[in-house]
Structures are given as C-alpha cells and as structure tokens.
C-alpha cells in the first residue's frame, strides 16, 4: 500500500524566508509523487510532480522538490516566501497501475508572515 | 480551454435525501476522478471513470456511486445522505490514465451540508 506523511500540519515562515514542507512516503513500488496547492474556496493545482525522469523537480511559483530515495522523502522548498504563497498544500502519491487514484497527505496550511 | 466545472457549487441536504453532483471535464479529457475532502479524513479518493467505464474505486459505502456518460461527463450520486457525508467532493480530469504521462485538473469542488 502506497501512503505519505506531512509532518507539520502548520508551519509559519517570514516574508523573504525559505519554505520548506516535509513529505515522507511509503510505497512498495517505484512511487510517482505530486505535490498540490489549494488556496481558499479554490480546488487544488498542482506544483509539481515526480515521474523518475529526475530527481530535483521544478514547479510552478518557483518551487521545487527533491526526491530522496534512501530517506523516503520528497520535500517542497521555496527559497524567498511570498505572501501569495500562504494556502494548503498536500503532497500525493500514485503508481503505475493506480490509475490516475492519488494518495493525499493530510495536508500543511502555510502561513506567512511580514 | 475551460477548466473542470462543478455544479452546483453549494448544496444544503438533510439527511436521508439523495444528491447528485456533476462534473463537466477540460475538453479532450476522457478520465475522471472523484474525491471527498472533509476535515476530519482529508482528501479520499472515491472513483475514477474512463471512457464510461469504472476503472478504480475508492473504500467508500454503496451509497456512494458515479458514471460518466459518453461526453466524459460525470455524476456522482449519494443516496440516503448522512452527516458525515458533509464534505467538499473535487472532481479532477485528465486526458488519459496515467500518473507517470498525465497530469490531473481539479476543479473548485462542490460543497455539501447535510442537515
């Protein structure tokens, strides 16, 4: 069974801070791993995504994640918060055979601060 | 393109009623999927249509049903609503299945309360 954990449910950072959500996954097959922003009354969009094609991953608004193997990590980092980036954000996890079926994280309510 | 649409965007059931919800997919995507996002239980997947075919299925009660018609549209029905069943349900289109290929579009979701 594929699963993933968010540690930190809120985390707080200044304006001009780095951003760094921690996601840690389980899978027993290679894991294609997602992470997703939602902003208030809004559906989710996705940041960014991990397919095996390379390990460091650029997104949108100018966050990237790296996928860690041996720490079973995909981490989201963002060096300079800005106060447009304060909303939900969940990591995900699917595999090949899964179908589009996404396996969310609970989820860290970023909140920045001036 | 349009994005996903979702109708209604709000509803007030009670329990025991029946609700549907519609989900009109991005032109050119043929897969669907379903999910409920409550607070208490986060975002659960609930099923994933295709080409009007049921391809996955979430662990969700038999009160809990969709389908998808011809022009990718899909519906999902609740029957005898209960107060758990409050919840934002977000729909998401893709053009194929494929996490590894494809990328999914969700849309504003609909917001059920039960009563």
């Known amino acids: 069974a594929q699963s993933v954990t968010q540690l930190g449910s809120h985390v707080s950072v200044s304006e001009g801070a780095l951003v760094l959500l921690r996601c840690n996954y389980s899978?027993?097959?290679?894991?294609?791993l997602f992470w997703y922003v939602q902003y208030p009354n809004q559906g989710l969009q996705l940041l960014l995504k991990y397919t095996s094609a390379a390990t460091l991953v650029k997104g949108i608004n100018g966050f990237e994640a790296e996928f860690k193997k041996s720490e079973t990590s995909f981490h989201l980092t963002k060096p300079s918060a800005h106060m447009s980036d304060a909303a939900e954000y969940f990591c995900?996890?699917?595999?090949?055979?899964?179908?589009?079926?996404?396996?969310f994280g609970t989820g860290t309510q970023l909140k920045v601060e001036l | 393109k349009a994005g996903v649409t979702q109708t209604p965007r709000y509803l007030i059931k009670t329990r025991g009623q029946q609700v549907t919800l519609s989900c009109s997919p991005i032109?050119?995507?043929?897969?669907v999927s379903w999910y409920q996002q409550t607070p208490g239980q986060g975002l659960q997947f609930l099923f994933e249509y295709f080409s009007e075919t049921q391809r996955n299925k979430g662990n969700f009660p038999g009160r809990f049903s969709g389908r998808q018609f011809s022009n990718s549209r899909s519906e999902m029905n609740v029957s005898t609503l209960e107060l758990g069943d409050s919840a934002l349900y977000l729909c998401?289109?893709?053009?194929?299945?494929?996490?590894?290929?494809?990328?999914?579009?969700f849309g504003p979701g609909t917001r059920l309360t039960v009563l």
């Open positions: 995900a996890v699917s595999f090949t055979g899964g179908g589009n079926k996404l396996t």
């Open positions: 032109s050119g995507h043929r897969s």
């Open positions: 998401a289109s893709s053009e194929t299945v494929g996490p590894s290929t494809d990328t999914q579009y």
């Open positions: 899978s027993s097959v290679p894991p294609y």
